[in-house]
């Protein structure tokens, strides 16, 4: 019978690269940004746009119109670029990347950490168990909040940009997108964090028998 550790492969080695990547790249993105403008990644870079996609803008070009078929109408969803963006707009910017960072690699560190404990204590332990429900809080409660966030933050970068997007108490939800697959991720790790215990319990039960 296959050992937890054989069992696991080659998911915990996999991981732990893609997060080792991760990290690595976006810090030599930062060091690389201070240099260079042009460089982008969560830290921002040279382009700065929002798009405001409940905004309908008419397109009155001949060419398009000539291809419409019957009654149908065409329109754009408009993006509102800053030429020479201000320190604060920068701020906002890097705010977003930042958020979405820290939740993509909190998110790789505690599934390394579980892959990795499963692997060496096993699957049904107590520690896996920990690590599992862990995780799973990670996921449904973090990217729910990022969301919230980013587009708080979205808003008020948007507000600097045009006065068709002025800073209402109600602005961020044209951002907002509730991240329900990342939700029920979560609500099931930690369901199955649960069931993970009652196996190391009866496991110890058994034990204890034999």
Same mark, same amino acid.
Do not use: E
């Given at each position: 019978?296959?050992?937890?550790?054989?069992?696991?492969?080659?998911?915990? /080695?996999? #991981? %732990?690269?893609?997060?080792?990547? @991760? *990290?690595?790249?976006?810090?030599?993105? =930062?060091?690389? /940004?201070? =240099?260079?403008?042009?460089?982008?990644?969560?830290?921002?870079?040279? %382009?700065?746009?929002?798009?405001?996609?409940?905004? &309908? #803008?008419? #397109?009155?070009?001949?060419?398009?119109? %000539? $291809?419409?078929?019957?009654?149908? +109408? *065409?329109? =754009?969803?408009?993006? =509102?670029?800053?030429? $020479?963006? +201000? &320190? !604060?707009? $920068?701020?906002?910017? +890097?705010? *977003? /990347?930042? &958020?979405?960072? #820290?939740? +993509? *690699?909190?998110?790789? !560190? @505690?599934?390394?950490?579980?892959?990795?404990?499963?692997?060496?204590?096993g699957v049904y332990t107590r520690q896996t168990a920990a690590r599992l429900a862990n995780l799973g809080r990670w996921m449904l409660f973090v990217p729910l909040a990022g969301s919230l966030l980013v587009a708080n933050v979205q808003a008020l970068l948007l507000a600097t940009l045009t006065t068709l997007a002025p800073l209402t108490a109600g602005g961020w939800t044209h951002f907002w997108h509730v991240p329900y697959l990342s939700m029920l991720t979560g609500a099931g790790l930690i369901v199955f964090a649960r069931i993970t215990r009652a196996g190391s319990d009866m496991r110890e039960d058994l034990d204890g028998v034999v």
């Open positions: 019978m296959a050992s937890d550790s054989q069992l696991l492969r080659p998911m915990p /080695g996999l #991981v %732990s690269a893609t997060l080792r990547t @991760l *990290v690595g790249l976006s810090l030599l993105t =930062f060091i690389w /940004g201070r =240099f260079d403008s042009r460089i982008g990644g969560p830290w921002g870079g040279a %382009s700065l746009c929002v798009d405001a996609d409940w905004i &309908s #803008v008419g #397109v009155g070009s001949d060419h398009v119109a %000539s $291809h419409l078929k019957g009654r149908s +109408t *065409v329109d =754009f969803t408009p993006r =509102f670029c800053a030429s $020479h963006a +201000t &320190s !604060y707009q $920068h701020l906002l910017q +890097t705010a *977003v /990347g930042l &958020s979405l960072l #820290v939740v +993509t *690699v909190g998110g790789l !560190y @505690l599934l390394n950490k579980a892959l990795s404990t499963a692997a060496r204590d």
